[in-house]
């Protein structure tokens, strides 16, 4: 199916409020996330007494930017399909009234 206008504009609506949400409620938990994930996988690699070496650290770091990439990933593409979805759907009531107003003029002519 050919995807129409409201189907583009709920996509656009969505993705913004899904860029909106993310910056709000996701960029923190995210971080905090990716940051304890880093912190468990360095702790096991380099043990309990990790002194602050530079590789636990980056990798900490790296868990950290990889925790507020997919949360981003997440807000955003959920809110783009439920705002793609909507619009989609609003087409498809606007099409179906569209085809029963015919059918009623149909009707009406004989």
Excluded: C, H
């Excluded at 995210?30 to 690699?45: H, M, P, Q, W």
């Excluded at 507020?68 to 099409?95: N, R």
């Amino acid at each position: 199916m050919k995807t129409t206008d409201y189907a583009k504009k709920g996509l656009y609506v969505g993705t913004g409020a899904g860029i909106i949400l993310f910056a709000l409620v996701g960029l923190l938990p995210g971080s905090f996330i990716g940051g304890f994930i880093g912190l468990k996988i360095a702790e096991s690699i380099f043990g309990v007494a990790m002194a602050g070496t530079i590789m636990a650290r980056i990798l900490v770091a790296v868990s950290m930017l990889t925790g507020v990439m997919v949360s981003a990933v997440a807000f955003i593409f959920g809110a783009g399909v439920m705002g793609w979805a909507a619009g989609y759907a609003l087409e498809a009531m606007k099409k179906a009234k569209e085809v029963t107003a015919t059918e009623a003029q149909a009707v009406n002519i004989k």
